[in-house]
């Protein structure tokens, strides 16, 4: 069974990090996809980063690009989101999320994932 469970939100000022951890039940799978995505109240879900474990190379929304990172460990049962000069607009419940498909799929424009963790809330102040 894959459950993701994440970890590592807080509050922060504007300008400073955080990093998330998500970490998923040992699996069959060799690989997969991974992800982070967040919601605010009253917003759809939306795409943070993504990863397919066996390729590597992460996708980034545009607005986080060059302040986030993805990286994983070297049995990829935990991915990690480093989140650096943070900005209010940051702010939301923060979503890990895996599944296995075709990796052409794994993007942060693509949420149709069937295991996803409880979230972790994450709050910049400005």
């Known amino acids: 069974q894959v459950d993701p469970v994440e970890s590592g939100g807080g509050s922060v000022q504007a300008g400073g990090s955080l990093r998330l951890s998500c970490r998923i039940s040992r699996t069959t799978w060799n690989d997969a996809c991974m992800g982070w995505f967040r919601q605010v109240p009253g917003k759809d879900r939306e795409g943070v980063a993504t990863?397919?474990?066996?390729?590597?190379?992460?996708s980034y929304a545009t607005d986080v690009a060059g302040r986030f990172t993805l990286s994983q460990d070297h049995a990829k049962t935990t991915l990690y989101l480093q989140m650096n000069d943070l900005k209010p607009e940051d702010s939301g419940t923060y979503y890990c999320a895996v599944d296995q498909f075709h990796p052409a799929r794994c993007r942060p424009s693509y949420l149709n994932f069937d295991y996803w963790g409880r979230g972790t809330q994450v709050t910049v102040s400005a």
């Open positions: 990863i397919y474990t066996g390729i590597g190379g992460a």
